[in-house]
């Protein structure tokens, strides 16, 4: 069984960088599917924010991309999200997530548990 | 890009009663769309994609329907556990991704 852990700080200066790491286990980071960043502002819908896969290529939302970098540690089994120069626009609960390769593949399966960041003086 | 919106905002309901929720694209997307459940506090889950396919472990009374720009996810049967909100998901233009602003059912 597939899980996804987010871990990161919960609080963020503005004009700082958000650093969160997901964690996998259950598979490898290797696999043939890509691994994904969705964020929710509180009580609000869901935003996605890119993807990546095992070879290092990157997919990013066009209205974050010159903000977000998603890396990969083939030897922790984790994928990571950096966004610079957060404001308080950027305040929500970060999921990590894993393409789920059913169909036609384009779906999100599953989710972490999701981790709130704050952004806060 | 592709703008799915669903409607209504807010469905309320009685348990047993039948849920009917809208998922519109601006542009058609065949049917390459899928449908989630978020509860309060938790992580959205995959309930149907492709349109009409359940994922693993859901239930028979989750059902989807539609191609091109309409679609619709219908409970048969509200239970008690259904009351959420629910976001339809596409690929739209590569690479992007987008959700549905999302329908919350609620409790009558």
């Known amino acids: 069984q597939v899980q996804l852990q987010e871990s990161g700080p919960g609080l963020v200066k503005p004009s700082g960088t958000l650093s969160l790491t997901c964690a996998v286990s259950?598979?490898?980071?290797?696999?043939?599917?890509?691994w994904r960043w969705v964020r929710q502002p509180p009580g609000e819908g869901l935003e996605w924010i890119g993807e990546?896969?095992?070879?290092?290529?990157?997919n990013y939302n066009p209205s974050l991309k010159s903000r977000v970098t998603i890396s990969i540690d083939k030897s922790k089994n984790q994928f990571s999200l950096n966004l610079t120069s957060v404001t308080a626009a950027d305040t929500a609960v970060y999921y990590c997530?894993?393409?789920?390769?059913?169909?036609?593949?384009?779906?999100?399966?599953?989710w972490g548990q999701g981790t709130l960041v704050t952004v806060s003086s | 890009e592709i703008v799915l919106t669903q409607s209504p905002a807010t469905l309320s309901l009685s348990p047993g009663e039948r849920a009917t929720l809208s998922c519109r694209a601006s542009?058609?997307?065949?049917?390459?769309l899928a449908w989630y459940q978020q509860k309060p506090g938790q992580a959205p889950r995959l309930l149907l994609y492709?349109?009409?396919s359940r994922a693993t472990g859901i239930p028979a009374r989750f059902s989807g329907s539609g191609s091109g720009t309409d679609f619709t996810l219908t409970i048969s049967s509200l239970e008690p556990e259904d009351f959420a909100v629910y976001y339809c998901?596409?690929?739209?233009?590569?690479?992007?991704?987008?959700f549905g602003g999302g329908t919350k059912v609620e409790i009558k």
């Open positions: 492709d349109a009409s």
């Open positions: 542009q058609a997307v065949s049917t390459y």
């Open positions: 998901q596409h690929r739209s233009s590569w690479p992007q991704l987008t």
């Open positions: 259950g598979a490898s980071i290797t696999s043939t599917n890509w």
């Open positions: 997530a894993k393409q789920s390769l059913v169909g036609s593949s384009n779906w999100f399966d599953p």
């Open positions: 990546i896969y095992h070879s290092g290529s990157t």
